[in-house]
């Protein structure tokens, strides 16, 4: 079992000091050092200009029951940064930024990429969030909005590439028995391995995700030399700013330069059983109304790996 202690601390140089030397840089860059497993203390790292935000938020723009004034009063009650990332909408994010200038907010959008892989989309600016929702997102979005839209993984990061943006994976080995990670979807052989380095960070730590999860996912993103975000993954108001991504930067420019540097790292702890249960029944409630069109997107999305498994452990038996 994994101690909920520091797993790795953060070394001073990696945050203040990037090697000119591309091989001694890459070797700074390795996951050790970048993320705890603890409740974050934002106030005092900010005392020593350190700037947390939560990377991954959900509000009633999608599949969750807080406002944006409830998530905003909470951000400031906590000294903390937001990225307002829905599922396939942006009305939150943009709302959120317009609120609240004060704020390090970071544009964002939560992508459910048809063959499994949820992807968060990070964006320099909300004039390019919602150019990129227009012209790539709106249209692909099917008649249960906050499930899978009609488009790959591969064909999401193909589009993003025209924009000034970050594209990191979600939970990258979650959720339950469904492939909403890409760690997942290439272990089970669903998806080729070599989509891994096209993204450029792996959520290291996931709110919503348990120990073992989170620890397999920072990992891969050591493999692969990714950067890292974190976040809460929240739906319930108590879950902001339970996993914060540090960065010494008060600027979503700056912030988002230091994800894709490495000048970055990771506090949090995942929700226990019952926060799990709260959240689990918020999800429910908001999902209802898709019922049927929700059952039918599972179904085709499905499928075709109950036949391939089917046609697998046939080829077995013989």
Same mark, same amino acid.
């Not at 968060?120 to 909005?145: G, K």
């Not at 339950?176 to 998806?191: A, T």
């Not at 996993?243 to 994800?259: M, Q």
């Given at each position: 079992?994994?101690?909920?202690?520091?797993?790795?601390?953060?070394?001073?140089?990696?945050?203040?000091?990037?090697?000119?030397?591309?091989?001694?840089?890459?070797?700074?860059?390795?996951?050790?050092?970048?993320?705890?497993?603890?409740?974050?203390?934002?106030?005092?790292?900010?005392?020593? =200009?350190?700037?947390?935000?939560?990377?991954?938020?959900?509000?009633?723009?999608?599949?969750?029951?807080?406002?944006?004034?409830?998530?905003?009063?909470?951000?400031?009650?906590?000294?903390?940064?937001?990225?307002?990332?829905?599922?396939?909408?942006?009305?939150?994010?943009?709302?959120?930024?317009?609120?609240?200038?004060?704020?390090?907010?970071?544009?964002?959008?939560?992508?459910?990429?048809?063959?499994?892989?949820?992807?968060?989309?990070?964006?320099?600016?909300?004039?390019?969030?919602?150019?990129?929702?227009?012209?790539?997102?709106?249209?692909?979005?099917?008649?249960?909005?906050?499930?899978?839209?009609?488009?790959?993984?591969?064909?999401?990061?193909?589009?993003?590439?025209?924009?000034?943006?970050?594209?990191?994976?979600?939970?990258?080995?979650?959720?339950?028995?469904?492939?909403?990670?890409?760690?997942?979807?290439?272990?089970?052989?669903? !998806?080729?391995?070599?989509?891994?380095?096209?993204?450029?960070?792996?959520?290291?730590?996931?709110?919503?995700?348990?120990?073992?999860?989170?620890?397999?996912?920072?990992?891969?993103?050591?493999?692969?030399?990714?950067?890292?975000?974190?976040?809460?993954?929240?739906?319930? !108001?108590?879950?902001?700013?339970?996993?914060?991504?540090?960065?010494?930067?008060?600027?979503? =420019?700056?912030?988002?330069?230091?994800?894709?540097?490495?000048?970055?790292?990771?506090? =949090?702890?995942?929700?226990?059983?019952?926060?799990?249960?709260?959240? =689990?029944?918020?999800?429910?409630?908001?999902?209802?109304?898709?019922?049927?069109?929700?059952?039918?997107?599972?179904?085709?999305?499905?499928?075709?790996?109950?036949?391939?498994?089917?046609?697998?452990?046939?080829?077995?038996?013989?």
């Amino acid at each position: 079992m994994i101690s909920d202690t520091i797993l790795y601390i953060p070394r001073k140089e990696i945050l203040e000091n990037v090697e000119s030397d591309e091989s001694r840089e890459k070797r700074a860059r390795v996951v050790p050092g970048r993320v705890w497993f603890r409740h974050p203390a934002a106030g005092e790292l900010a005392e020593q =200009g350190l700037r947390g935000v939560d990377m991954h938020c959900h509000t009633n723009h999608s599949d969750a029951p807080v406002s944006i004034a409830d998530a905003l009063a909470r951000a400031r009650g906590r000294g903390i940064g937001l990225a307002v990332t829905d599922h396939n909408v942006i009305s939150g994010s943009l709302a959120a930024v317009k609120e609240a200038p004060d704020l390090l907010l970071i544009p964002g959008i939560e992508v459910s990429a048809f063959d499994g892989p949820h992807i968060l989309v990070y964006f320099y600016s909300t004039a390019d969030l919602r150019h990129f929702y227009l012209h790539c997102i709106r249209d692909r979005v099917q008649e249960s909005p906050f499930l899978a839209i009609r488009a790959t993984t591969s064909e999401i990061l193909d589009m993003a590439d025209s924009y000034s943006c970050i594209c990191a994976a979600a939970h990258p080995y979650g959720y339950l028995i469904f492939n909403k990670g890409i760690g997942r979807c290439v272990e089970r052989d669903y !998806l080729p391995e070599d989509l891994i380095p096209r993204f450029d960070a792996l959520e290291a730590i996931c709110g919503g995700m348990n120990r073992t999860g989170n620890v397999r996912a920072m990992h891969l993103a050591e493999r692969h030399d990714l950067g890292i975000v974190g976040g809460s993954d929240a739906h319930l !108001l108590s879950d902001y700013g339970t996993v914060l991504t540090f960065s010494p930067a008060d600027t979503v =420019g700056d912030f988002l330069d230091n994800v894709r540097q490495h000048k970055n790292f990771v506090i =949090g702890k995942e929700k226990n059983i019952f926060e799990k249960g709260l959240m =689990g029944t918020a999800l429910i409630a908001r999902y209802l109304p898709y019922t049927i069109p929700s059952l039918s997107i599972h179904y085709e999305q499905n499928i075709p790996r109950v036949r391939r498994f089917l046609r697998r452990a046939g080829g077995l038996r013989k």
